[in-house]
C-alpha cells in the first residue's frame, strides 16, 4: 500500500508539474513543443520505473532540445534512463543465446524517424538494434545513469538503410545510426508532416510538407527554422482556428484565458483524465493521437469545465469572472457577447452566433449572466 501511494504522489507531481509549467510560462511556443516531443517520443510511466525516471527525460531530454535540432534530440532521447526500460534498451545486448532486442530499434525506424512507409526493412531493424546493443542502466552509481559495457555490444559489421558500419565501432555505433536515419529522406518528411499536422491541420497540405522537409534537410533538422516556416506560411494563415483543441491544451487555454489561479491539485487533473488525457500515461510508443475523432467522445466533459470553472466551481482554481468581463467589455455595455467572443475565440461573432448568445442571456438570471455566457 505505501508502495502504491508513493507512485501515485509521484504520478500527481509530474501531471502537476507539466500543468502549471504550460499555464504560467510566458513561451507558451517552447512548452507546445515540449508537449508535441513528449508525444513523438512518448514514455508511459506505467511501465516499471519510468514514473522515476520520466521527470529526468522531461527535463534532460523534452525541455532541453525541444527548440534545438532534431538529431541532438533524438540522441538523447536513445540515452535516456526512462527509454531505456520503456523501450526495453536495457535488455538490448549481445547474447549467446538468441538475437538482440529489437524494441526500441523498430520504434526508433518506425514512429521517431522514418515512419512505417518510410522504407526501412527487418533487416534494417535487426541491424540498428545491434548497433544499441551493451547500453545498460548503472545499478552500482543510481537508477538515472546510463553506461555503455563493451562486452554486451555487437562489435561486428553492420549494414543500416544501404550505409556499412565498419566493425568496431562500439558506442560510436549509436552516433552512426543516428547519422544515418536523420539524413534520410523519410525523416525529414515524416518529422515535416507530424508538425504541420500539429500547428496547421489533420490532413497536412502536400505543398507546406515538402517546403519543411526541404528546411529539415537543409539545416541539419533545426527546429527553430521549422516553426519559422510553418508560422510565415500562407498555408498557415489559411488554415487558422480548424484544429480541435486535446484535452490538455484545451484545460491549459481555458485557465490562461480566464486568468485562473492554480496549483494544479488533484481536482484539476482529474478533469484531465476524465477527458481522456492524463498525461505521460499512454501504453503505446506512439502517444497520444493528434486527429480529431478520439477526443470528441468526452466532448461532455468538456461543457462541464467550462461551467465550473466559470462558476469557480472547480476545487483550488478560482477565476475572477467580474473583473475579466469588467476589463474586456465596454462599460455602456459589460454583459456584450461579440466583445468576449472576439476575445476568447479569436474572431469576430457570427450573426446567428450574437443571436442564439442574446437568446442564452435572456433567460438567465442576473446573478448568472457573467459566468454562464463566458462558459
Not at 97 to 110: I, M, T, V
Not at 150 to 168: F, M, Q, R, T
Request: proline share 4%.
Amino acid at each position: 500500500l505505501a508502495f502504491e501511494f508513493k507512485r501515485e504522489v509521484v504520478r500527481q507531481d509530474i501531471i502537476r508539474h507539466a500543468l502549471l509549467q504550460a499555464v504560467y510560462s510566458k513561451r507558451q511556443l517552447f512548452e507546445r513543443m515540449v508537449g508535441f516531443w513528449s508525444d513523438h517520443l512518448n514514455i508511459s510511466i506505467d511501465k516499471g520505473d519510468c514514473i522515476y525516471l520520466k521527470p529526468v527525460d522531461d527535463r534532460t531530454v523534452i525541455r532541453q532540445h525541444a527548440l534545438g535540432k532534431f538529431p541532438k534530440l533524438l540522441r538523447e532521447s536513445a540515452l535516456s534512463p526512462a527509454m531505456l526500460v520503456y523501450l526495453d534498451g536495457a535488455e538490448n545486448k549481445k547474447s549467446s543465446r538468441g538475437g538482440a532486442n529489437e524494441n526500441y530499434a523498430r520504434e526508433l525506424l518506425e514512429l521517431h524517424t522514418m515512419g512505417v512507409d518510410g522504407g526501412y526493412t527487418q533487416a534494417d531493424v535487426t541491424n540498428v538494434a545491434r548497433c544499441l546493443t551493451g547500453y545498460q542502466l548503472n545499478k552500482r552509481a543510481s537508477r538515472d545513469q546510463v553506461q555503455f559495457v563493451s562486452e554486451l555490444h555487437d562489435d561486428g559489421d553492420k549494414l543500416v538503410l544501404g550505409k556499412k558500419i565498419p566493425a568496431g565501432g562500439g558506442a560510436k555505433d549509436l552516433d552512426s545510426v543516428i547519422e544515418i536515419v536523420c539524413s534520410h529522406p523519410s525523416t525529414a518528411c515524416y518529422i515535416a508532416k507530424k508538425l504541420v499536422r500539429h500547428f496547421v491541420a489533420d490532413e497536412p497540405p502536400a505543398s507546406l510538407v515538402k517546403a519543411l522537409a526541404a528546411d529539415f534537410t537543409r539545416t541539419g533538422g533545426d527546429i527553430k527554422s521549422m516553426l519559422q516556416t510553418i508560422f510565415t506560411s500562407s498555408e498557415f494563415e489559411q488554415n487558422a482556428g480548424n484544429k480541435v483543441k486535446r484535452p490538455f491544451h484545451y484545460i491549459v487555454s481555458s485557465l490562461r484565458a480566464t486568468g485562473a489561479d492554480t496549483y494544479a491539485h488533484e481536482e484539476l487533473i482529474e478533469y484531465l483524465t476524465k477527458m481522456g488525457q492524463g498525461l505521460f500515461q499512454y501504453p503505446t510508443p506512439d502517444g497520444y493521437p493528434e486527429e480529431p475523432a478520439p477526443w470528441l467522445g468526452t466532448l461532455l466533459w468538456r461543457w462541464n469545465f467550462a461551467f465550473a470553472l466559470t462558476s469557480n466551481q472547480v476545487p483550488r482554481v478560482d477565476v475572477s469572472v467580474t473583473k475579466l468581463v469588467n476589463a474586456l467589455a465596454k462599460k455602456d455595455d459589460l454583459m456584450h457577447p461579440g466583445l468576449l467572443m472576439s476575445y476568447f475565440v479569436g474572431r469576430d461573432a457570427t450573426k446567428s452566433e450574437l443571436k442564439t448568445l442574446d437568446k442564452f442571456l435572456s433567460t438567465l438570471p442576473a446573478e448568472a449572466k457573467a459566468s454562464s455566457l463566458l462558459a
